[in-house]
Nanobody, 126 residues
Framework: QVQLVESGGGLVQAGGSLRLTCAVS????????MGWFRQAPGKEREFVAG????????YYAESVKGRFTISRDNAKGTVYLQMNSLKSEDTAVYYC???????????????????WGQGTQVTVSS
């Protein structure tokens, strides 16, 4: 069984930074493709960033490209999301997600991820 626990959310002013952490328990973290999603009030959950098992490939939504960085530490079973230059529109609940093995073609739909964390709130004040 795979369990994901997010941390690091909070309240930050526009232009500030936060780093989210997702700790993954269970076997074979290095076999998991990891992603971050977010869901704002009244909106659907959307893909934010993804990272391949080895960490060699990363993917970003256009809205966060150049501001957010996803990374992972396979020895620690942890994935991070560094968020810089935050905007009010980044306010959402952020979820860590996982699926077995790297996708042949990147899919950013929630149904392609088998495991989810409970979410952490990020609020950006303007």
């Amino acid at each position: 069984q795979v369990q994901l626990v997010e941390s690091g959310g909070g309240l930050v002013q526009a232009g500030g930074s936060l780093r989210l952490t997702c700790a993954v328990s269970g076997r074979a973290f290095s076999n998991l493709f990891m992603g971050w999603f977010r869901q704002a009030p009244g909106k659907e959950r959307e893909f934010v960033a993804g990272i391949r098992r080895s960490g060699s490939g990363t993917y970003y939504a256009e809205s966060v490209k150049g501001r957010f960085t996803i990374s992972r530490d396979n020895a620690k079973g942890t994935v991070y999301l560094q968020m810089n230059s935050l905007k009010s529109e980044d306010t959402a609940v952020y979820y860590c997600a996982a699926r077995w093995y790297d996708p042949i073609v990147l899919s950013t739909t929630t149904s392609d991820f088998a495991y989810w964390g409970q979410g952490t709130q990020v609020t950006v004040s303007s």
